[in-house]
């Protein structure tokens, strides 16, 4: 299922979800991905740039032993953390490790990866922003990319894998677009031995990809409990402000708060998705 557009209008142009993708693009062209990288200057340059849980957890680099133990040529002790002497020295010294778990928000693992974070960015954060304005997108999108970065962390603390992209940031949106606009209609691209477009509820799309999350492979790559914990942070900050209409005067735009108080539209004004049944091919 690959979600392709979603019928959900907005009022304002989404200046900071722009931002965001440029920023994510441009690190990922200007700054990771130079011309003929080689697979080890990529972990070089994670090593160097990027979230690591170990040094989260300790608020210091990696030490060269720890970073041996895991990478080195007899290494693969990926749970390498405390490993060897303390007196070891730093294998980046003067790494700002808190500086990194920003940075990591806007770096990427591969095509795919900054491909489909961007898409879903796109289809999903203009309405949140829209709503919110921006910057209280800005602040929530940064927030629920710490958030997710802090729940992978407290699952695997002695981790030395860097941890690199948006998706624990973009699962708070999709969270928050979950509990805001369950019955959005979205265009989707279904594959099931051959392709073809349907519109879908944006609850079952979204519900969908959050259940995958924990049949992931534990040696895919994929920090499965960023992804839980970005989107499940989104969806309780949904809530509450769905839930409070105080918090929701607060935290929405006025010409949405004022119209909201009397009914809230599931569909974020699009109308019921049985409306566009006639967008699908064959119907």
Same mark, same amino acid.
């Not at 440029?22 to 080890?40: S, Y």
């Not at 972990?43 to 990478?71: D, K, S, Y």
């Not at 409070?244 to 735009?253: E, M, Q, T, Y």
């Given at each position: ?7 959900n ?8 979800t ?23 200057? @990529?972990? =070089?340059?994670n090593?160097?740039e *990027? ?5 989260? $957890?300790? #608020?210091?680099? !990696? ?8 990478f ?5 002790d990926?749970?390498a ?7 070891s ?17 806007f770096?990427h ?9 961007l ?10 922003e829209?709503?919110l ?7 929530f ?14 699952l695997?603390? @002695?981790? =030395?894998?860097?941890v690199?992209? *948006?998706s624990?940031?973009?699962?708070? $949106?999709m #969270?928050?677009? !979950?509990v ?13 031995g051959f ?25 895919s ?6 992804h839980?914990g ?5 969806a ?10 105080p918090v929701r ?7 949405y708060?004022?119209q909201?108080d009397a ?7 699009a109308?019921?998705?049985?409306e566009y ?7």
């Amino acid at each position: 299922m690959f979600p392709l557009a979603d019928v959900n209008p907005t009022r304002r142009t989404p200046v900071v979800t722009i931002v965001v993708m440029l920023a994510c693009i441009g690190v990922w062209f200007g700054w990771q991905q130079e011309p003929q990288r080689t697979d080890l200057e @990529d972990l =070089v340059f994670n090593i160097e740039e *990027a979230a690591i849980p170990c040094e989260l $957890v300790r #608020g210091r680099p !990696l030490t060269t032993q720890e970073l041996t133990a895991a990478f080195g040529t007899n290494g693969g002790d990926l749970e390498a953390c405390g490993l060897g002497s303390p007196e070891s020295p730093p294998a980046v010294p003067g790494k700002s490790v808190w500086l990194a778990a920003l940075a990591s928000l806007f770096f990427h693992g591969g095509w795919l990866h900054i491909g489909g974070n961007l898409l879903y960015l796109w289809i999903f954060g203009n309405n949140i922003e829209d709503h919110l304005g921006r910057l209280r997108f800005l602040v929530f999108y940064l927030a629920a990319g710490l958030v997710a970065t802090a729940v992978h962390v407290a699952l695997q603390p @002695d981790s =030395v894998v860097p941890v690199v992209g *948006a998706s624990g940031a973009i699962a708070g $949106v999709m #969270g928050a677009y !979950l509990v805001w606009f369950p019955r959005a209609p979205v265009r989707t691209l279904l594959v099931l031995g051959f392709p073809f477009l349907v519109t879908i509820q944006a609850r079952w799309i979204l519900g969908f990809w959050f259940l995958l999350q924990f049949f992931t492979s534990p040696n895919s790559g994929v920090a499965w409990g960023a992804h839980v914990g970005g989107f499940v942070f989104g969806a309780l900050v949904g809530a509450v402000v769905r839930l409070s209409g105080p918090v929701r005067h607060v935290s929405w735009k006025r010409d949405y708060r004022d119209q909201m108080d009397a009914r809230w539209d599931p569909t974020g004004g699009a109308g019921d998705v049985h409306e566009y049944r006639r967008w699908t091919p064959g119907r």
